[in-house]
């Protein structure tokens, strides 16, 4: 109940049919609470009239990508579901800009603890030879779309700081581009 009830916070399911998918989804996801959060995130971006549905459906088609990193992530996932909670990973990724991909990939690297606001825009402006008043903007999109998905939560006001889930981070070190 706590699973479903998570991912129609993003969504409501519109009919008993959606309401079905909706189930089996938090099912495949083994109700792990990260992966449930990030699906529902793409089920509120989603432009489908039965997104639940959709949902399920694409869970069942598995890419080698999702193949590969499921077993990267075995022991660190509910048992059986590590295919189609890399799946939900990869397809939030791989739907992201690259300012948000290219934070991801910084929290990658560094440590698991949250990233200060400002270290995030001086490194964006380091990196692709801007001045910090114009990397700071690259900075805030590259922040805002990865905690729009999910992928990323805010830890601090005192100074801003972000985190990303260590499951995200190692899926963006198995992640080629």
């Given at each position: ?19 079905v998918a909706a ?155």
């Amino acid at each position: 109940d706590e699973a479903l009830e998570l991912l129609e916070k993003w969504r409501t399911t519109n009919s008993p049919e959606e309401k079905v998918a909706a189930k089996k989804i938090a099912t495949l996801l083994g109700y792990h609470p990260l992966a449930l959060d990030v699906a529902g995130s793409q089920l509120e971006r989603s432009v489908c009239s039965t997104p639940f549905i959709d949902f399920e459906r694409d869970l069942a088609d598995q890419t080698s990508d999702a193949l590969e990193l499921g077993k990267e992530l075995v022991g660190l996932l509910p048992t059986g579901h590590e295919v189609s909670i890399a799946k939900t990973f990869l397809v939030s990724i791989n739907q992201m800009e690259e300012e948000g991909k290219d934070f991801l990939r910084l929290a990658s690297v560094l440590a698991t603890a949250p990233i200060c606001g400002s270290l995030i825009s001086k490194i964006f402006s380091e990196v692709d030879g801007l001045t910090i008043t114009t990397g700071k903007p690259r900075a805030e999109k590259a922040i805002s779309l990865a905690t729009m998905q999910s992928l990323a939560k805010r830890e601090g006001d005192n100074p801003p700081a972000w985190s990303v889930h260590p499951l995200i981070s190692r899926t963006m070190r198995f992640t080629p581009d």
